[in-house]
Nanobody, 117 residues
Framework: QVQLVESGGGLVQAGGSLRLSCAASGRTSSSYAMGWFRQAPGKEREFVAAISWSDGSTYYDDSVKGRFTVSRDSAKNTVYLQMNSLKPGDSAVYYC??????????WGQGTQVTVSS
Protein backbone atom coordinates (compact mmCIF):
# COMPACT_ATOMS: atom_id res chain seq x y z
CA GLN A 1 0.00 0.00 0.00
CA VAL A 2 1.10 3.55 -0.74
CA GLN A 3 1.05 6.27 1.90
CA LEU A 4 0.82 9.90 0.85
CA VAL A 5 1.51 13.10 2.76
CA GLU A 6 0.70 16.51 1.28
CA SER A 7 2.16 19.81 2.37
CA GLY A 8 2.39 23.39 1.18
CA GLY A 9 -1.14 24.69 1.46
CA GLY A 10 -2.00 28.03 2.99
CA LEU A 11 -3.57 31.44 2.53
CA VAL A 12 -2.60 33.56 -0.46
CA GLN A 13 -3.98 36.63 -2.20
CA ALA A 14 -5.50 36.41 -5.65
CA GLY A 15 -2.78 36.42 -8.28
CA GLY A 16 -0.31 34.78 -5.94
CA SER A 17 1.39 31.40 -6.04
CA LEU A 18 1.72 28.29 -3.92
CA ARG A 19 3.54 25.01 -4.39
CA LEU A 20 2.07 21.81 -3.01
CA SER A 21 4.15 18.72 -2.35
CA CYS A 22 3.10 15.09 -2.02
CA ALA A 23 5.55 12.56 -0.64
CA ALA A 24 4.85 8.90 -1.33
CA SER A 25 6.10 6.00 0.76
CA GLY A 26 5.40 2.32 1.17
CA ARG A 27 4.72 0.13 -1.88
CA THR A 28 5.50 2.88 -4.40
CA SER A 29 6.26 0.31 -7.11
CA SER A 30 2.50 -0.20 -7.41
CA SER A 31 1.98 3.46 -8.32
CA TYR A 32 1.85 4.25 -12.04
CA ALA A 33 0.80 7.85 -11.84
CA MET A 34 -0.04 10.56 -9.36
CA GLY A 35 -2.98 12.88 -9.42
CA TRP A 36 -4.06 16.08 -7.74
CA PHE A 37 -7.70 16.63 -6.89
CA ARG A 38 -9.55 19.34 -5.00
CA GLN A 39 -12.79 19.69 -3.15
CA ALA A 40 -14.46 22.96 -2.23
CA PRO A 41 -17.20 23.16 0.43
CA GLY A 42 -20.48 21.81 -0.90
CA LYS A 43 -18.92 20.60 -4.15
CA GLU A 44 -17.81 17.26 -5.55
CA ARG A 45 -14.15 16.34 -5.56
CA GLU A 46 -12.70 17.27 -8.95
CA PHE A 47 -9.64 16.34 -10.95
CA VAL A 48 -6.93 18.99 -11.24
CA ALA A 49 -3.81 17.42 -12.76
CA ALA A 50 -1.88 14.17 -13.08
CA ILE A 51 1.58 12.95 -13.99
CA SER A 52 2.97 9.59 -15.03
CA TRP A 53 5.91 8.25 -13.04
CA SER A 54 7.41 6.48 -16.07
CA ASP A 55 7.61 9.18 -18.73
CA GLY A 56 6.40 12.32 -16.98
CA SER A 57 3.33 12.73 -19.18
CA THR A 58 1.05 15.37 -17.69
CA TYR A 59 -2.69 16.00 -17.79
CA TYR A 60 -4.63 19.04 -16.66
CA ASP A 61 -8.20 20.10 -16.20
CA ASP A 62 -9.03 22.99 -18.52
CA SER A 63 -9.67 25.26 -15.55
CA VAL A 64 -6.01 25.18 -14.50
CA LYS A 65 -4.17 24.84 -17.82
CA GLY A 66 -1.53 27.51 -18.19
CA ARG A 67 -1.61 28.34 -14.47
CA PHE A 68 -0.76 25.08 -12.69
CA THR A 69 2.20 22.80 -13.36
CA VAL A 70 2.56 19.25 -12.06
CA SER A 71 6.04 17.73 -11.76
CA ARG A 72 7.76 14.79 -10.13
CA ASP A 73 11.03 13.88 -8.48
CA SER A 74 11.27 10.13 -8.86
CA ALA A 75 14.36 9.88 -6.64
CA LYS A 76 12.36 11.39 -3.78
CA ASN A 77 9.02 9.73 -4.66
CA THR A 78 7.53 13.20 -4.53
CA VAL A 79 5.21 15.11 -6.83
CA TYR A 80 4.58 18.82 -6.86
CA LEU A 81 1.81 21.13 -7.94
CA GLN A 82 2.99 24.64 -8.73
CA MET A 83 -0.02 26.93 -8.71
CA ASN A 84 0.33 30.41 -10.20
CA SER A 85 -2.16 33.20 -10.87
CA LEU A 86 -4.42 31.81 -8.17
CA LYS A 87 -8.06 32.81 -8.10
CA PRO A 88 -10.60 32.71 -5.27
CA GLY A 89 -12.31 29.89 -7.16
CA ASP A 90 -9.19 27.76 -6.63
CA SER A 91 -9.86 27.68 -2.88
CA ALA A 92 -10.36 24.09 -1.77
CA VAL A 93 -8.82 21.19 0.06
CA TYR A 94 -6.25 19.69 -2.30
CA TYR A 95 -5.56 15.97 -2.28
CA CYS A 96 -2.91 13.93 -3.97
CA UNK A 97 -3.66 10.38 -5.01
CA UNK A 98 -1.73 7.40 -6.32
CA UNK A 99 -3.03 5.54 -9.34
CA UNK A 100 -2.56 1.81 -9.63
CA UNK A 101 -3.41 -0.24 -12.71
CA UNK A 102 -7.05 0.76 -12.86
CA UNK A 103 -7.89 3.51 -10.42
CA UNK A 104 -6.68 5.94 -7.82
CA UNK A 105 -6.36 3.70 -4.80
CA UNK A 106 -4.44 5.71 -2.22
CA TRP A 107 -5.17 9.24 -1.02
CA GLY A 108 -3.44 11.78 1.14
CA GLN A 109 -5.07 13.62 4.00
CA GLY A 110 -5.47 16.85 2.07
CA THR A 111 -4.10 20.36 2.45
CA GLN A 112 -6.16 23.55 2.55
CA VAL A 113 -5.62 26.25 -0.06
CA THR A 114 -7.42 29.54 0.47
CA VAL A 115 -7.21 32.37 -2.05
CA SER A 116 -8.45 35.74 -0.87
CA SER A 117 -9.80 38.38 -3.23
Amino acid sequence: QVQLVESGGGLVQAGGSLRLSCAASGRTSSSYAMGWFRQAPGKEREFVAAISWSDGSTYYDDSVKGRFTVSRDSAKNTVYLQMNSLKPGDSAVYYCASRGLREYDAWGQGTQVTVSS
